[in-house]
């Protein structure tokens, strides 16, 4: 069974501070998905992370996929308050190689982050 | 350029009715997923289909869920006589096939059984 486990799952951080979420998981994927949560919202796709190496910026937030240590992390720098959210990975156990994908992803708990002036 | 849609938002319930809840996708895309989404959790994959055809349902819950796409466009899931345990947000979203199975989440059905 694929287990997705993310961490810190609460975090509380100062503005301008740089802080990185980690998600591990526990079988071989090279699809990985990171999404943002508002309060009483959907999620929101952020990065999708294809293959070993995989590098994603986009703005304060930068996300990596390393598949041989089945790690992601998604790195802020200089943390807003508005970037306060819970942020979850996923993974799509399906290979890229193999044909097929995301017959449903798998989630982590979430990392409930605020951010505080 | 819509995203997906459900309707309704809120449901509220008595213990052992039936509900049914609706999940329109992005009009291009041909897989659509259910998730069930209670609090401080990760959404947790319930079934999903490609086109009309329902790929994946080992997941759902129990007999009481099923799910339906008749016409590979919209999408219900319905739960039988409900209990207090299935009160959770259930998200739809919707994806191309392809490499990147990119899933857009509409904005949720919240279902409380009282």
């Known amino acids: 069974e694929l287990k997705v486990e993310q961490n810190p799952l609460f975090l509380s951080m100062q503005e301008g501070k740089n802080y990185t979420i980690y998600c591990n998981y526990s079988?071989?994927?090279?699809?990985l998905y990171w999404y943002r949560q508002d309060p009483g919202k959907s999620l929101e796709s952020l990065f999708v992370?294809?293959?070993?190496?995989a590098v994603k910026q986009e703005g304060r937030l930068m996300a990596s996929l390393d598949t041989k240590a089945r790690l992601s992390t998604l790195h802020i720098t200089a943390a807003v308050h508005d970037l306060s959210a819970t942020y979850f990975c996923?993974?799509?156990?399906?290979?890229?190689?193999?044909?097929?994908?995301?017959?449903?992803?798998?989630f982590g708990k979430g990392t409930h982050l605020i951010i505080q002036p | 350029d819509t995203g997906v849609s459900q309707d309704p938002r809120h449901k509220i319930t008595k213990r052992g009715q039936n509900v049914t809840f609706r999940c329109d996708p992005i009009?291009?895309?041909?897989?659509l997923y259910w998730y069930r989404q209670t609090l401080g959790q990760g959404p947790e994959f319930l079934t999903y289909?490609?086109?009309?055809?329902?790929?994946?349902k080992s997941r759902l819950l129990s007999d009481r869920f099923s799910a339906e796409r008749p016409k590979g466009s919209f999408s219900t899931l319905e739960i039988q006589r409900t209990e207090q345990g299935d009160s959770a947000m259930y998200l739809c979203?919707?994806?191309?096939?392809?490499?990147?199975?990119?899933?857009?989440f509409g904005p949720g059905t919240r279902l409380t059984v009282t």
């Open positions: 289909f490609q086109n009309e055809a329902q790929l994946e």
């Open positions: 009009s291009e895309h041909n897989r």
């Open positions: 996923a993974v799509d156990i399906h290979s890229l190689y193999s044909g097929g994908g995301a017959d449903g992803l798998t």
């Open positions: 079988t071989t994927s090279d699809r």
């Open positions: 979203a919707s994806s191309l096939t392809g490499v990147v199975y990119e899933q857009y």
């Open positions: 992370l294809l293959s070993n190496g």
